[in-house]
């Protein structure tokens, strides 16, 4: 049986959750688990969808181990910040797509004025 990527992601954001409830002295039930599991595919719909329409080479268990280690080695001020940072990132992802969008607006209409027809002097 195969294993597509969009499972070897799942099963190594359950590693890590497991790595980082363990850290942060959490008692995580398996429904809350599975509420985090399901915001994280929420959240990653489109890119986990992705995976499933190509073939990528396996996560190496070093570097699923990497990141476990990098757990642990997180302090209490870190993980305040990654915390704090969650929700800034969604706001911060909304302002870059509203700036995408402008600037493609921008340019669409600099290339409309670059090939409007002058050959009677323009308007």
């Not at 929420?42 to 992705?50: G, I, P, S, V």
């Not at 990098?70 to 969650?86: E, F, H, K, M, R």
Request: with cysteine; hydrophobic share 40%; charged share 30%.
């Amino acid at each position: 049986m195969k294993i597509t990527s969009k499972k070897q992601l799942l099963t190594a954001f359950d590693r890590l959750f497991d790595r980082a409830s363990n850290k942060l002295a959490l008692d995580c039930t398996e429904e809350d688990r599975a509420e985090a599991r399901r915001s994280f595919v929420n959240r990653f719909e489109y890119a986990l969808e992705a995976l499933d329409e190509i073939d990528l080479p396996a996560i190496p268990e070093s570097a699923i181990r990497g990141m476990e280690e990098s757990i642990d080695d997180l302090s209490p001020a870190q993980v305040a910040g990654y915390l704090a940072t969650g929700p800034l990132v969604l706001q911060v992802q909304k302002l870059i797509k509203t700036l995408v969008a402008r600037a493609a607006e921008q340019r669409l209409i600099e290339q409309l004025v670059a090939s409007a027809d002058d050959t009677y002097g323009g308007n």
